[in-house]
Nanobody
Framework: VQLQASGGGLVQPGGSLRLSCAASGSITRINVMGWYRQAPGKQRELVALIITGGVTNYADSVKGRFTISRDNAKNTAYLQMTSLKPEDTAIYYC????????????WGQGTLVTVSS
């Protein structure tokens, strides 16, 4: 199983970006897909996740600004980020809990989001 993250970049404060995370491989079921981020000098933190059935959960710091969604046919999750702030600057990592024979957590490579004027 591989997770391919994309969509990071440089954006001005108040701007928007959309991250994508595509899962590939011998996947039986994707239980959870989510995004985490790690800013310089800080621990990795949960940003948002989406569970099978569409239930979502967000960090308080991004509620109302970020939206996570999922295309089950494409095994892809998206993170639409709006009203970006400099404190959103971080490496964003995609994570998925995927069942092949048993559920297991997988990580994609990080994608850098920089919010700066």
């Amino acid at each position: 199983v591989q997770l391919q993250a994309s969509g990071g970049g440089l954006v001005q404060p108040g701007g928007s970006l959309r991250l994508s995370c595509a899962a590939s491989g011998s996947i039986t079921r994707i239980n959870v897909m989510g995004w985490y981020r790690q800013a310089p000098g800080k621990q990795r933190e949960l940003v948002a996740l989406i569970i099978t059935g569409g239930v979502t959960n967000y960090a308080d710091s991004v509620k109302g600004r970020f939206t996570i969604s999922r295309d089950n046919a494409k095994n892809t999750a998206y993170l639409q980020m709006t009203s970006l702030k400099p404190e959103d600057t971080a490496i964003y990592y995609c994570n998925a809990v995927i069942t092949i024979d048993v559920p297991k957590s997988y990580w994609g490579q990080g994608t850098l989001v920089t919010v700066s004027s």
